[in-house]
């Protein structure tokens, strides 16, 4: 499966701390994405990052690329009770593929 | 801020029963997609479409589904004879370009709850 594995899980944090969550995958990708999605609604999309870019930012969001070893890692600064959601993140190979996702909790 | 919609929101139906789940996505995307979500828990890829046929599908997209755009705008899933294993959120989604041409981005649509009781 060209899934991504998101890490961890669950992550729950008090408003302003931050918010890392991790994936790693499997093969060789063009493009890395993360999606949001919130509690019964369809998915969201935050940030795309190339193959061939280490770091990207957008707003409080930071995400990291490592291709040596398939993984991502996905930065909330600040974080705030509307981040609340869970957080995927999506390989394109053959097709679009998602991974489980990580349920993130924002305590006020 | 274009959208694509799916229709109905949710849906009870029978096991062995026929359903079918509607969606409008973005004018001018190219590639259409359905993804399944059951119960809160990953999103699994069913099938790709682009050109008027099934570029990719996954192993769960067997005979009991089908696909169809009848007409320019709406792109539906058909499930033929539903089982309880069926329930599930379906999301349509659509995108410019497919996954092998470029930094494509999915626009999906909020889903279609289907319970088969």
């Known amino acids: 499966s060209q899934q991504g594995e998101e890490d961890p899980q669950a992550l729950s944090i008090q408003e302003g701390e931050n918010a890392t969550m991790n994936c790693s995958y499997k093969t060789s990708i063009n493009n890395l994405q993360w999606y949001r999605q919130n509690s019964g609604r369809g998915l969201v999309h935050l940030i795309l990052?190339?193959?061939?870019?280490r770091e990207k930012h957008s707003g409080r969001l930071r995400v990291t690329l490592d291709t040596s070893k398939k993984s991502s890692s996905l930065l909330i600064t600040a974080s705030r009770a509307a981040d609340t959601a869970s957080y995927f993140c999506?390989?394109?190979?053959?097709?679009?593929?998602f991974g489980t996702g990580t349920s993130l909790t924002v305590i006020p | 801020e274009p959208e694509v919609t799916q229709t109905p929101s949710h849906q009870v139906t029978q096991m062995g029963q026929e359903v079918i789940l509607r969606c409008v996505p973005i004018?001018?995307?190219?590639?259409f997609y359905w993804y399944r979500q059951i119960l809160g828990q990953k999103v699994e890829f069913l099938v790709s479409f682009y050109n008027n046929e099934i570029s990719e599908k996954s192993e769960i997209f067997d005979d009991q589904f089908s696909v169809e755009r009848p007409d320019g705008s709406n792109f539906t899933l058909k499930i033929r004879s539903t089982k309880l294993e069926d329930s599930a959120m379906y999301f349509c989604?659509?995108?410019?370009?497919?996954?092998?041409?470029?930094?494509?981005?999915?626009?999906f649509g909020a889903g279609s709850r289907l319970t088969v009781l």
């Open positions: 999506a390989t394109d190979v053959d097709q679009f593929y």
């Open positions: 990052i190339r193959s061939n870019e």
């Open positions: 989604a659509s995108s410019k370009g497919g996954p092998r041409s470029g930094a494509n981005v999915l626009t």
């Open positions: 004018s001018n995307h190219l590639y």
